[in-house]
């Protein structure tokens, strides 16, 4: 599975932004897509997932309510939409996939797959 990553930019907080993740390369369909992301200095954390059908999404307490994770399967592309951006926010954000059965994972050691990461930089 490869995935391709972009969308990231420099924004001013409280603007919104939409990244993009094209998937492709797969001949067995990945159980669930997600984004992680890495600050400097930090660990990678999940910031969400949904599900291949798209039937159920799953957020990251520390972002719920500010993000919006969706699929166009027609276009094998994943999105990720962060409202009222924060400089908190600021990191490298990588796209996933899951090809793991059974539910959405958080840690990233079960995550098969990663593209290669689109910088975010939210200044004040």
């Known amino acids: 599975v490869q995935l391709q990553a972009s969308g990231g930019g420099l924004v001013q907080a409280g603007e919104s932004l939409r990244l993009s993740c094209v998937v492709s390369?797969?001949?067995?369909?990945?159980?669930?897509l997600g984004w992680f992301r890495q600050a400097t200095g930090q660990e990678r954390e999940f910031v969400g997932g949904?599900?291949?059908?798209?039937?159920?999404?799953k957020y990251a307490d520390s972002v719920k309510g500010r993000i919006t994770i969706s699929r166009d399967a027609a276009k094998n592309t994943l999105y990720l939409q962060i409202d009222d951006l924060k400089p908190e926010d600021t990191a490298v954000y990588y796209c996933?996939?899951?090809?793991?059965?059974?539910?959405?994972?958080?840690?990233?050691?079960?995550?098969?797959?990663w593209g290669q990461g689109t910088l975010v930089t939210v200044s004040s």
């Open positions: 996933v996939a899951q090809m793991r059965w059974g539910r959405i994972e958080e840690k990233e050691r079960l995550y098969e797959h």
């Open positions: 390369g797969y001949t067995a369909s990945p159980y669930a």
């Open positions: 949904i599900a291949w059908t798209g039937g159920f999404t």
